[in-house]
C-alpha cells in the first residue's frame, strides 16, 4: 500500500521569509515516482516538479527547490523568498512505476498563506 | 501541449436530477483517464480509473450505479452523477494519461457541483 504524509495542515510565513514544506512517502515499490502539485484558490491542479526514485539529485528551478532523500522516504519542498502568489495548498503524490499501478496517491496537502 | 479540458466548470442543479461531466484530453490521444474527487479543505481522492473501450475500475466505497462513467473514444471521457443529492456536491477532477506514458498525468482544471 501506498501513502503519502504531509504533517504540515497549514503554514503562515511573512512575504519573503523561505519556507519548507514537508512530505514523507511509504511504498513497497522499488522503483515510484513523486510529485508536487500547487492548487490556488481557482482550484486547478499545477504541476510542479516529478522526481523518479533512481535520481536522488536535488533540484532547483527559480525559486523552488525540491529535496530527495530516499534514507528517510522524504521529498520536500523549498520556496525561497516567498511571494504572496505562491499562497496555496501544496499536495506532494506518489505513484508506482509498475504498468497497471497507475494510481496517484496524494498528501493531505499543505495550505501556505504567505502575509504580505 | 497535454491539454486536458473539463465541462462544465461549474454546475448547481437540483436533489435527484443527473449530472453529466465531459473531460477531453486536447491534444493528446488518452487510453486512460482517471476521476478523483476532493471535498472541501481535504485531498483528492481517486474514484475510479476508465481506460478507452472498457469498463472502468472503481475504487473502494465508490458506487459504480451513482458514478457512471464512459470512456467511448481516445479522447472523451464522461462522468454522470445520477439522482445527485446534497452530499454529492464536490470538486470533480480529471486527469488524462497519454498512450504510452505511464508516469503522467495531465489534470483537468475541475468541475465545482453543487447539488441544492
Known amino acids: 500500500a501506498q501513502k503519502v504524509t504531509q504533517a504540515q495542515t497549514e503554514i503562515s510565513v511573512v512575504e519573503k521569509e523561505d519556507v519548507t514544506l514537508d512530505c514523507v512517502y511509504e511504498?513497497?515499490?522499488?522503483?515510484?515516482?513523486l510529485f508536487w502539485y500547487k492548487q490556488p484558490p481557482s482550484g486547478e491542479l499545477v504541476f510542479l516538479i516529478r522526481?523518479?526514485?533512481?535520481?536522488?539529485q536535488n533540484e532547483i528551478s527559480g525559486r523552488y527547490s525540491w529535496n530527495f532523500q530516499k534514507s528517510t522516504s522524504s521529498f520536500n519542498f523549498t520556496i525561497t523568498a516567498s511571494q504572496v502568489v505562491d499562497s496555496a495548498v501544496y499536495f506532494c503524490?506518489?505513484?508506482?512505476?509498475?504498468?497497471?499501478?497507475?494510481?496517484?496517491?496524494f498528501g493531505t496537502g499543505t495550505r501556505l498563506t504567505i502575509i504580505p | 501541449g497535454a491539454v486536458v479540458s473539463q465541462h462544465p466548470s461549474r454546475v448547481i442543479c437540483k436533489s435527484g436530477t443527473s449530472v453529466k461531466i465531459e473531460c477531453r484530453s486536447l491534444?493528446?490521444?488518452?487510453?486512460?483517464m482517471f476521476w478523483y474527487r476532493q471535498f472541501p479543505k481535504q485531498s483528492l481522492m481517486l474514484m475510479a480509473t476508465?481506460?478507452?473501450?472498457?469498463?472502468?475500475?472503481?475504487e473502494q466505497g465508490v458506487e459504480k450505479d451513482k458514478f457512471l462513467i464512459n470512456h467511448a473514444s481516445l479522447t472523451l471521457s464522461t462522468l454522470t452523477v445520477t439522482s445527485a443529492h446534497p452530499e454529492d456536491s464536490s470538486f470533480y477532477i480529471c486527469?488524462?494519461?497519454?498512450?504510452?506514458?505511464?508516469?503522467?498525468?495531465?489534470f483537468g482544471p475541475g468541475t465545482r457541483l453543487t447539488v441544492l
Open positions: 486527469s488524462a494519461r497519454e498512450q504510452g506514458n505511464y508516469n503522467e498525468q495531465f
Open positions: 511504498t513497497r515499490d522499488t522503483t515510484y515516482y
Open positions: 522526481r523518479n526514485s533512481f535520481d536522488e
Open positions: 503524490a506518489l505513484k508506482g512505476s509498475n504498468f497497471g499501478n497507475e494510481k496517484l496517491t
Open positions: 491534444d493528446f490521444q488518452a487510453t486512460t
Open positions: 476508465s481506460n478507452e473501450g472498457s469498463k472502468a475500475t472503481y
